[in-house]
């Protein structure tokens, strides 16, 4: 069974870092992409970063490129994404999810087959 645990949300001023993390397990970490993806309130879900650690491929969405820095240990199991400049904007659940199909990695929620239950990050102004 897929398991997906984040930590490591909280509230921090605008200019801060937050550094999350995504505990896995039930599956093989290098045989497929996973990501973070994020929810603001009143918005829908969306792409923030992935990885495929197999080929050593990331991708970011525009908004966060230059911010956020997506990395995973495979011997931990466990995915992370350090998060610098926060911005009132970035302020959402973030949770990461597991695709078992793309090649490399996709940032579209429709892709995602497994969920965490997210960690809230708050950023204040």
């Known amino acids: 069974e ?12 605008a200019g801060g870092s937050l550094r999350l993390s995504c505990a896995a397990s039930g599956f093989t970490f290098d045989d497929y992409a996973i990501g973070w993806f994020r929810q603001a309130p009143g918005k829908e879900r969306e792409g923030v970063s992935c990885i495929k650690s ?11 490129k230059g911010r956020f820095t997506i990395s995973s240990d495979s011997a931990k199991n466990t995915l992370y994404l350090q998060m610098n400049t926060l911005k009132p904007e970035d302020t959402a659940v973030y949770y990461c999810g597991v695709d078992r199909t793309s090649y490399y990695c996709s940032l579209r929620e429709s892709m995602v087959d497994y969920w965490g239950k997210g960690t809230l990050v708050t950023v204040s102004s």
């Open 2 to 13: 897929v398991q997906l645990v984040e930590s490591g949300g909280g509230l921090v001023q």
């Open 54 to 64: 197999r080929y050593g491929v990331t991708n970011y969405a525009d908004f966060v």
